[in-house]
């Protein structure tokens, strides 16, 4: 009776979490558009252009996600959230993806009901500053004021590291990002510190001179930023992590929006399964065979991503770095579709 009532139990386990890993994928093809939650407004990253359309590297992640589930990457809509609101957003179900430059951590990805699907930059906790303030260093800084976002990972780690170098200084914190960024324009405190693409973007796209500010060497953290979703829902998970993937993938076979169409033929057997023209990627997701086909028709690969929002043909004007792919000196490392 104990082992019938165990496999019973199991079952139900396992009937439950079958359901619950199907409820995403047909939540978002029942409403006709997923859902991403993204920030106030980050240059280069998520925020709405002239038109009031949104653009960005991370809006690209979204928009390939509604590409691989709905075939279409127009079929999103941008959630704006604080850093305060984010995760909530996503435990609730207000959103279906969490695309917004945050930061994976063990804390994150195990106590909050969430999990991270990948790594689309990767960053690092840095130092904006007047060229006034005369410091080229960040151990320059004892005594000064440092404006940050409250509810961030970068309070904790500026504070571990003044700690550690023995700096000592006064916090000024905000719950939005826009009132830290009119604080630190409006001479409010010294320093600006946040992740070092965020002080870019800031520097180009919020601060009226930007060449009387300086970004500081010192780099004093890890931030590997990326897209979050729930625990609990595995498909979702895969379909979320292999979309990031695609894009990788498609930048280091050579596959971009203009020539995808032609790579139909090719005779490369890692680009026939991606595209979908051998069978069983899409398969595997619960998604068409063109789902990865669809990604790159449509927004284009990793590498098209980063320069037009980020990268060299943008105002921010980012080097790749570690976000290069794995054989051009970088991190990135797109995991074999087969």
Do not use: H
């Not at 005369?134 to 440092?146: H, I, N």
């Not at 449509?298 to 792919?325: C, D, H, M, T």
């Amino acid at each position: 009776m104990k082992t019938l009532t165990y496999t019973l139990a199991a079952f139900a386990l396992v009937a439950g979490a079958q359901t619950a890993q199907a409820s995403t994928l047909d939540t978002v093809k029942q409403r006709g558009e997923v859902l991403c939650g993204t920030t106030t407004g980050f240059a280069g990253f998520s925020a709405p252009n002239a038109k009031g359309e949104w653009e960005g590297l991370d809006v690209d992640l979204c928009k390939s996600i509604a590409a691989a589930v709905l075939g279409d990457a127009s079929k999103f809509k941008a959630v704006p959230l604080n850093s305060q609101q984010r995760f909530t957003a996503l435990q609730s179900g207000e959103i279906d993806v969490l695309t917004r430059n945050t930061t994976v951590t063990q804390q994150r990805d195990t106590a909050l009901g969430i999990l991270g699907a990948g790594i689309n930059f990767y960053d690092g906790q840095g130092f904006l500053v007047s060229k006034k303030l005369g410091v080229k260093s960040a151990k320059e800084l004892d005594g000064a004021t440092v404006c940050m976002q409250t509810g961030t990972s970068n309070e904790n780690t500026m504070a571990d590291w003044a700690r550690a170098n023995n700096v000592k200084y006064t916090p000024v914190v905000f719950d939005q990002f826009n009132e830290v960024v009119n604080a630190f324009a409006a001479g409010r405190c010294d320093v600006f510190t946040t992740d070092a693409s965020g002080l870019a973007s800031i520097r180009i796209s919020k601060l009226s001179n930007p060449d009387d500010y300086e970004v500081l060497p010192e780099i004093i953290s890890k931030e590997p930023l990326g897209p979050f979703v729930r625990q609990g829902d595995d498909q979702w998970l895969n379909i979320v992590k292999w979309t990031l993937q695609a894009l990788i993938n498609a930048e280091e076979l050579g596959l971009t929006s203009a020539n995808v169409d032609e790579e139909l033929k090719s005779t490369n057997p890692n680009v026939q399964r991606l595209l979908g023209v051998t069978p069983g990627a899409g398969k595997n997701l619960g998604l068409d065979e063109k789902w990865a086909y669809n990604i790159i028709k449509q927004v284009g690969n990793y590498g098209e991503s980063f320069e037009r929002n980020v990268g060299q043909g943008s105002p921010l004007k980012i080097n790749r770095g570690l976000n290069a792919q794995w054989n051009e000196g970088g991190l990135l490392y797109g995991l074999p579709v087969r």
